[in-house]
Nanobody, 122 residues
Framework: QVQLVESGGGLVQAGGSLRLSCAAS????????MAWFRQAPGKEREFVAT????????YYKDSVKGRFTVARDNAKNTVYLQMNRLKPEDTAVYYC???????????????WGQGTQVTVSS
């Protein structure tokens, strides 16, 4: 059973930056994609970004394009989410997930972390 642990969340002012990390308890499955989701209070969880196993393909939610960058280091079993020019609307619990290769629906992701809180003040 693969466990994912997020870290790097915190409180930041609007316009600031944070880098989230998600470490897997063991080597990520070959060809599997990693993804980031987030859930704001009272709202449903939503997709943020995903990255292919090689790191060569990425996809982002429209509202974070140009501000967020997802990357991975398979040697460290870790995926990152660099968040720049943060906005109050980015406030949420951020979750990492791992699933089969390809762009998937949320329910198709097999493994999930416990989440890390990101709070952006105005």
């Amino acid at each position: 059973q693969v466990q994912l642990v997020e870290s790097g969340g915190g409180l930041v002012q609007a316009g600031g930056s944070l880098r989230l990390s998600c470490a897997a308890s063991e080597r990520t499955f070959i060809n599997y994609y990693m993804a980031w989701f987030r859930q704001a209070p009272g709202k449903e969880r939503e997709f943020v970004a995903t990255i292919s196993w090689s790191g060569g393909a990425t996809y982002y939610k429209d509202s974070v394009k140009g501000r967020f960058t997802v990357a991975r280091d398979n040697a460290k079993n870790t995926v990152y989410l660099q968040m720049n020019r943060l906005k109050p609307e980015d406030t949420a619990v951020y979750y990492c997930a791992m699933g089969p290769p390809g762009y998937r629906e949320e329910y198709e992701y097999d493994y999930w972390g416990q989440g890390t809180q990101v709070t952006v003040s105005s």
